[in-house]
């Protein structure tokens, strides 16, 4: 290359870029160039965080096209992008906000698994602060539910799956439970030192003291004695059970079970031929002459005389085997029959 058009190149990024990519080790200073420009930019850029500065979202676009290209010396440029959306993305531009947000999108799917893995976190994190909420985001995290990597995978399926939010409400509702226990267990304690020194208490009296604390309605009265009927029905019904009673409606109704009830046995009701057939000419009411609807059509007088066509029909086969029409008709090739199909479409078509 001439020197007229290097010195060109600190102006022109994307041919830079492009030749960055072609040869690396050639350019490298001029990379370092843009590097140091990039720095210099970035801390003007912290002192005033709400200005616009293209020049800061071009150089990291470039720097981001060439990472692969110098890993080591843009070792810690993806962690100085994501302490800048974090500081600083509610009073960022909003042209250089996109352009990071662009960043992070494509670092998800770069080869470095912890810049990735970092890269979603900011994503989820900025989502979750109401930053980043459009479908763009949404989609781009969806596309991590795909990775080969685990951990990235877990991240972003966790994020749609709303874990973190579960296990905040599960660790409220579980410290709700944890102190209703303890006041349980208190009430025990207390009521064990009522009880004396023996610490036990007579079933009927618990059951005496249960029956005068709690009112009981109608329908526990039916519970129980729903209960006591099941008991007598089946005394020595275990767990796993394949078979359930069905015991509802028998406090209702205070008669005698028949034997079908208990037998299960349905008798089949008589259904011979005719009645069967009374149930068909019953259906044939009301309506038209059973037939060919097509034939019906085609002639409304019944008394007209039949076409030649129709009286072929009713002939014999012997009759019309040496006609020329019945012997080739089986001898006609596909595209024959197709193109006899076709004329007959347009004749009917243009008969209408």
């Given amino acids: 290359m001439s020197e007229r058009n290097r010195n060109k190149l600190p102006n022109n990024l994307p041919q830079l870029q492009n030749l960055v990519k072609r040869d690396p080790d050639s ?3 001029e990379f370092g160039q843009q590097f140091r ?13 709400s200005s616009a500065n293209k020049t800061l979202a071009d150089l990291v676009m470039f720097l981001s096209q060439v990472a692969h290209c110098y890993t080591e010396e843009l070792e810690h440029f993806p ?6 959306l974090q500081r600083h993305h509610s009073v960022m531009d909003p042209e250089l906000r996109m352009t990071l947000q662009n960043f992070m999108y494509t670092m998800l799917r770069d080869s470095n698994v912890i810049a990735a893995k970092k890269s979603l976190d900011v994503m989820v994190e900025l ?3 109401n930053v980043w909420n459009d479908a763009k985001t949404v989609n781009v995290i969806t596309t991590a539910c795909f990775s080969t990597v685990t951990k990235i995978m877990v991240a972003a399926l966790t994020f749609f799956l709303g874990k973190d939010e579960d296990n905040e409400d599960k660790d409220e509702s579980d410290s709700d439970h944890e102190e209703q226990n303890e006041e349980e267990e208190e009430e025990e304690e207390e009521e064990e030192e009522n009880e004396g020194a023996d610490g036990s208490e007579d079933l009927k009296t618990k059951a005496a003291r249960i029956s005068q604390s709690r009112f009981l309605t109608d329908d526990d009265f039916k519970k129980i004695k729903m209960r006591e009927i099941a008991r007598q029905i089946d005394p020595k019904a275990g767990k796993k059970r394949k078979r359930t009673t069905d015991t509802t409606g028998l406090a209702e109704r205070n008669e005698l079970l028949s034997v079908g009830d208990i037998e299960n046995i349905h008798k089949k009701r008589k259904h011979d031929k005719d009645s069967r057939l009374e149930t068909v000419i019953a259906g ?5 002459k059973f037939g060919s609807k097509k034939a019906s059509k085609k002639r409304l007088n019944q008394f007209a005389s039949t076409s030649n066509k129709e009286k072929r029909k009713n002939k014999n086969f012997m009759m019309m085997r040496h006609n020329k029409d019945v012997r080739g008709k089986n001898k006609r090739s596909f595209r024959d029959k197709q193109f006899a199909l076709r004329q007959a479409l347009l004749k009917n078509k243009k008969a209408k």
Avoid: A, C, M, T
């Avoid at 420009?37 to 965080?49: C, V």
């Avoid at 962690?79 to 800048?84: A, H, K, N, S, T």
């Avoid at 044939?284 to 038209?288: K, L, N, P, V, Y």
């Fill in 79 to 84: 962690q100085e992008l994501i302490d800048v």
């Fill in 284 to 288: 044939r009411q009301g309506r038209e």
């Fill in 27 to 29: 350019y490298k200073e």
């Fill in 37 to 49: 420009h990039y720095e210099s930019n970035l801390q003007i850029f912290k002192l005033d965080p």
């Fill in 127 to 129: 989502y979750r602060k």
